[in-house]
């Protein structure tokens, strides 16, 4: 009995001392955590934990789209204000001059065909000629008609380029009243101005190229946008004037206004400003190519290729006037034949003779030859020989059996 109450004492005083063991050993490990010790372990020393900081994440290199890198960063063009200070402000004179008019969008425009110009094609000057806030259904700010009319009589231009729209969405006016957008009557004033602004350029049979509007991040004005681009698209084709659309270059897959986009460099940057109407310089070199392609193709025609000066600013040396020129000392070829001589498919292509190293004893079948005359002329089996592969006359050893003798064609059996 003394041993079961001295056991049973035992227990209690274990498990008392083991309950107040467990919270210390726990703060000792870490608050965060609760592990079970070990009683009968060696306690080794620990060195509690100070609170350190987590380490600092280094931010990934930015993937919006932004400005061109100084080591990526394309060339940039000068535009000017007008022909007279192009010529005064460049060091070579300009063979051709790109008048850009418009509104608010004229000015990236001539902005983005100067830097396409600048690198390899130094002989075009880009003349600005736009106004932020001018449309071409009003005349009260500027009338462009006037404008242009003025602009080719005074200045020189080889090339002119045409942006407006973004500003159209207000009313017209003529002597008979103001009318609202989209009515009859203002589509009639509207297509009338273009036709006007289209005819002062073929007065003066000057290319002109017509730029179309692009995508708005706004909805309804993206609407306007396409309406008056399909306007233009067709007063565009009866006058014959190049339309160039730019829709699909600032819009997604499923036909939406993008922000930011693939650029000419094949990267993706930012395209359009925060309002979602100006552009960006990327963006503006992108609205750009699409008519630069155009007048490229227009001044190549134009613009006579220069030889490059000899080195050192030395003249060639000329050859003497009695001397011939290299070209007319080299031999003559004559003249190459539209079509070569007409060889036959079929029949021999050449004479035929015997085959080099063959033995002319054997040097084709003889026709007194009896097994050329028995397989080849008669059709019959040749004769077997005793013992090889094809021998098939059973029992072995036995005699073959003659071939059939065919039957005459007259003694055919009834």
């Known amino acids: 009995m003394n041993r079961v ?42 060195v509690p934990r100070t609170n350190v900081s987590p380490p600092m994440m280094l931010d990934a290199p930015s993937r919006q789209a932004g400005p061109l890198d100084s080591s990526t960063k394309e060339p940039e063009g000068d535009t000017y204000a007008s022909s007279q200070e192009a010529d005064e402000e ?114 003066k049979n000057i290319p002109l190229f017509w730029v179309g509007l692009p995508a708005m991040k706004s909805t309804r004005l993206s609407q306007d946008m396409q309406y008056y681009n399909e306007i233009i698209r067709e007063r565009a084709a009866r006058a014959g004037v190049p339309f160039v659309d730019v829709w699909d270059g600032f819009v997604d897959e499923n036909g939406q206004f993008v922000t930011s986009g693939p650029a000419l460099d094949g990267q993706t940057r930012r ?17 750009a190519h699409f008519v630069e392609r155009d007048i490229r193709v227009l001044l190549n025609q134009r613009i006579p290729e220069t030889t490059p000066p000899p080195a050192d600013d030395q003249p060639a040396p000329s050859a003497p006037s009695g001397t011939p020129s290299a070209r007319e000392q080299a031999p003559q070829q004559p003249p190459r034949p539209v079509a070569g001589p007409v060889v036959p498919l079929v029949g021999v292509a050449g004479p035929s003779g015997p085959l080099a190293g063959a033995n002319p004893a054997r040097s084709g079948l003889q026709a007194s030859d009896p097994a050329v005359t028995q397989v080849l002329l008669k059709g019959e089996p040749a004769p077997t020989v005793a013992g090889r592969a094809d021998d098939f006359v059973w029992p072995a ?18």
């Open 271 to 287: 395209l359009r400003a925060s309002d979602g109407i100006a552009f960006s310089r990327a963006g503006a070199r992108k609205l």
């Open 397 to 414: 050893g036995a005699a073959a059996p003659a071939p059939p003798v065919p039957a005459e064609p007259g003694k055919a059996a009834r």
């Open 90 to 203: 460049r060091e070579t004179p300009a063979l051709e001059y790109i008048a850009v008019l418009g509104d608010a969008l004229a000015g990236p425009l001539a902005q983005g065909l100067a830097d396409s110009f600048v690198q390899d094609m130094p002989e075009v000057a880009v003349i600005k000629k736009a106004r932020g806030s001018s449309s071409l259904i009003r005349d009260d700010g500027i009338d462009w008609v006037k404008a242009a009319e003025e602009l080719l009589g005074s200045e020189k231009v080889t090339v002119g380029v045409v942006m407006l729209g973004v500003n159209e969405r207000q009313s017209a006016k003529d002597e008979t009243g103001t009318f609202e957008p989209r009515t009859e009557r203002w589509v009639q004033i509207y297509t009338r101005r273009i036709d006007e602004l289209m005819a002062k350029f073929k007065a």
């Open 5 to 46: 109450r001295w056991a049973g004492l035992l227990v209690l005083g274990f498990a008392a001392w083991l309950t107040a063991a467990l919270p210390g050993a726990a703060q000792d490990r870490d608050d965060r955590y609760f592990t079970l010790r070990d009683p009968f372990r060696t306690e080794r020393s620990y």
